[in-house]
């Protein structure tokens, strides 16, 4: 974070206000477009609630993180993006690889630089981190439910954290990395995160109408964002190119399928 303020201000001073006419080049389009793309880098603050039961007092922090984090996130983005787009052309960012870090040598030189791949370093580690946290919490609470064997429950006898959970989380990030197609698992990890997105919006807009459901946190301006969050989540699903969102919903029916069985099995020895 502090490299990042370091690029916003000493940036700002060097904007060329000029390239940033015209502001949508090509429209708006290819920015819903992309907004599907990139939806994975706000994927980090649902993470905050597989943690809930690690959480002091999770009523009033749990919503708090979530909400403080997003909005102060967002702010840092779009801050960042406009002083690199007003430093350097987007057809020239366009071309390489590391945006962030070659605009930064224009006018920190090449310490700036460095400094960038670092703070780019030091973000996907805590990033990875936090992925790895949240995947093996969810494995260990399926694991509770019977929806995964019961050694992904299993915790450490000195760190009390779900062991196997996160060794096999760890193992089928491993297997994507190999692949390193990492347009294609963005793409793929939009896709299984904004459908149930969809579906997550849908349920808050029915639990309101249940008496008995009295959380001690409830969704501002509700029914309204619910609704806007599910029909946004549908729009930007559609923008995910057909070939992977094929790929994505392969890996969405075995688990459907799986769940399915095991409903099928708990009934019948019930």
């Known amino acids: 974070l502090i490299i990042l303020g370091i690029y916003i201000l000493t940036g700002w001073r060097v904007i060329d206000t000029t390239l940033h006419t015209p502001f949508f080049p090509y429209g708006w389009p290819p920015v819903i477009r992309m907004a599907s793309f990139l939806f994975i880098s706000f994927l980090g603050f649902e993470l905050i609630a597989t943690a809930g039961e690690e959480i002091k007092n999770p ?6 993180a979530t909400i403080v984090s997003v909005v102060l996130v967002t702010i840092l983005y779009v801050l960042i993006i406009y002083v690199t787009t007003g430093i350097q052309s987007y ?4 071309e390489t ?4 870090a070659d ?7 090449p310490i700036g630089g460095w400094l960038m791949v670092l703070a780019g370093v030091l973000a996907t ?9 949240a995947a093996s919490r969810v494995s260990f609470a399926m694991s509770r439910d019977n929806l995964l064997p019961s050694s992904f429950g299993d915790l450490h006898r000195t760190l009390k954290t779900p062991v196997n959970a996160m060794l096999s989380t760890g193992v089928i990030i491993m297997i994507a990395i190999v692949r390193g197609d990492i347009e294609w698992l963005a793409e793929a990890a939009g896709f299984l995160h904004l459908y149930p997105f969809f579906f997550v919006n849908l349920a808050l807009l029915r ?5 008995w459901y009295k959380p001690a946190f409830r969704v501002p301006f509700g029914p309204i964002v619910p609704t806007l969050g599910a029909v946004f989540s549908l729009l930007l699903l559609f923008q995910i190119h057909s070939a992977d969102m094929v790929i994505a919903i392969s ?6 399928l799986y769940y399915g069985l095991s409903q099928m099995i708990s009934l019948h020895f019930i």
């Open 59 to 64: 009523r009033m922090n749990l919503p708090l």
């Open 103 to 109: 605009t930064a040598q224009l006018f920190m030189g």
């Open 251 to 256: 890996l969405v029916l075995p688990g459907l």
């Open 97 to 100: 690889s590391t945006p962030i």
């Open 207 to 211: 639990l309101r109408e249940y008496s």
């Open 125 to 133: 580690v805590s990033s990875a981190n936090g992925s790895i946290m």
């Open 91 to 94: 057809y020239d960012l366009g």
